[in-house]
């Protein structure tokens, strides 16, 4: 059974059944293909298992195109949405745990719409910058605590 994986697709947080595979599939042989390719062959073995609306591929595309690029270790430009974005990187830790925690009493006290993401995958959180020193926090794309509650 595939793992289903949350990623942002436009201003929407989707769920995209068996990604992880494909993209380790791909890899390999993808990394340095242009953009367009990736998303082609990325789209044509996830759209076995998800449906992907015909007005929304385009943003599908690019977000499953910064996925990979993110995994091979390629830069990849955040995808920017309005608001307040914040991401806590940790392995849910009971410090990582303790920040989400605060976070989100200081979200609702001040009555702050904002749109959280938690990222456990080391990969991902290397791409931060934020690697060994858990738990990271992130706001509106900078890393602004590493290793501290």
Not at 7 to 31: C, F, T, W
Not at 36 to 58: C, G, H, I, K, T
Not at 73 to 97: F, S, T
């Amino acid at each position: 059974m595939s793992q289903v994986r949350l990623i942002r697709v436009g201003n929407h947080k989707v769920g995209i059944s068996g990604l992880d595979e494909v993209i380790e599939e791909l890899a390999p042989a993808y990394a340095h293909r242009p953009d367009a390719e990736v998303a082609q062959a990325m789209l044509e073995r996830l759209s076995r298992r998800n449906y992907f609306p015909p007005p929304a591929r385009r943003e599908y595309e690019k977000a499953l195109v910064r996925q990979f690029r993110r995994h091979v270790g390629q830069p990849v430009p955040e995808a920017q949405v309005g608001g307040l974005e914040i991401k806590i990187l940790g392995a849910d830790c009971p410090n990582c745990r303790q920040l989400r925690e605060r976070l989100y009493r200081v979200l609702e006290q001040f009555g702050l719409p904002a749109d959280l993401e938690e990222i456990h995958d080391a990969m991902e959180m290397a791409a931060h910058g934020v690697v060994v020193i858990t738990p990271g926090l992130i706001i509106n794309g900078k890393v602004v605590s590493a290793g501290r509650v």
